[in-house]
């Protein structure tokens, strides 16, 4: 619980989005957000009735592939093969547990610096390639896409592959693959209507305008209360300078959200929008709300 709060932070967020039989338990699937990187996981809480009390006895991690519990047993084996082979050093040991509060953390050179220094055995554990490469992503994309691909080879049909390819195909702007890895995310988890933010955003780095727009008018469509829907219609709106559209998405994060606005004259990104003139019917919106 507490690394799922450190991940949250200020900007993040872990919404419920279902449950459902997983495995032949009832579970409670939540979409979590990361405060630092923006990076998106899934988390599948497996459930059963314990004297009475409904308990969380396993947590499957889709960008893991795995359940905590698989997790923990790679761990326990990886630390048996080290103790027959070569041992495991305290300072492994202490290394293993700073790569990971250090990733939490949000320390991505850090991640890096520590990663290679733990034994090879432990650098080739799914759960610490996966670590290691989330911070190549933030700090080096072609270390990054030369890593993932090892990693691909390695576990080419690893239940994690879908979540965790989306970034490298948007990368390497090979848009077939990325949309087909969230389709079949959005398919495996019955459905999220958050993953059309992503295409929208995945559309944009392409400059598909229309496949953008189908996806964040999508968005907004089934998910009209969602903050994050209004925030990618603004998004696409200031990309392609649809001023219209922007102006009815800030008035939607106003008034449904309670969002506060600086001087939109002193942000970055809304030059163009500021001397056209919805910019002003804008500036009379606020001061009506004002009044």
């Not at 047993?73 to 790569?99: C, E, P, S, W, Y």
């Not at 995945?202 to 925030?231: C, G, H, M, T």
């Amino acid at each position: 619980a507490q690394q799922i709060a450190d991940a949250i932070g200020i900007d993040g967020s872990f919404i419920f989005l279902r449950s459902r039989t997983y495995r032949g338990y009832r579970t409670a699937l939540f979409r979590l957000i990361h405060s630092e990187s923006a990076g998106i996981d899934y988390h599948e809480m497996i459930l059963e009735r314990v004297n009475g009390q409904v308990r969380i006895i396993d947590n499957f991690i889709y960008t893991e592939g795995e359940t905590r519990t698989e997790t923990i047993q790679r761990a326990f084996t990886l630390i048996v093969k080290l103790m027959n082979r070569d041992g495991i050093t305290q300072a492994d040991q202490v290394n293993i547990q700073q790569l990971q509060r250090t990733y939490q953390f949000g320390d991505f050179n850090g991640v890096i610096r520590v990663y290679n220094q733990l034994p090879e055995l432990v650098r080739s554990m799914k759960r610490m390639r996966i670590i290691y490469l989330s911070a190549l992503l933030e700090v080096d994309e072609v270390q990054y896409l030369q890593a993932f691909e090892a990693f691909k080879r390695d576990f080419p049909t690893d239940n994690s592959i879908d979540l965790l390819s989306i970034d490298f195909f948007t990368i390497k702007e090979d848009i077939t693959n990325v949309i087909a890895c969230v389709d079949r995310l959005d398919k495996s988890l019955g459905g999220d209507p958050y993953l059309d933010s992503m295409r929208t955003g995945i559309y944009l780095v392409v400059d598909n305008q229309v496949k953008a727009k189908e996806a964040a008018d999508r968005y907004f469509q089934n998910s009209p209360s969602d903050i994050e829907a209004a925030w990618n219609l603004a998004d696409y709106a200031i990309y392609y300078e649809d001023h219209s559209l922007l102006l009815r998405a800030l008035k939607i994060l106003s008034s449904d959200h309670a969002v506060e606005f600086e001087d939109l004259r002193t942000i970055e990104g809304y030059e163009v929008f500021v001397r056209s003139p919805e910019y002003q019917q804008w500036v009379q919106f606020q001061n009506q709300l004002q009044l």
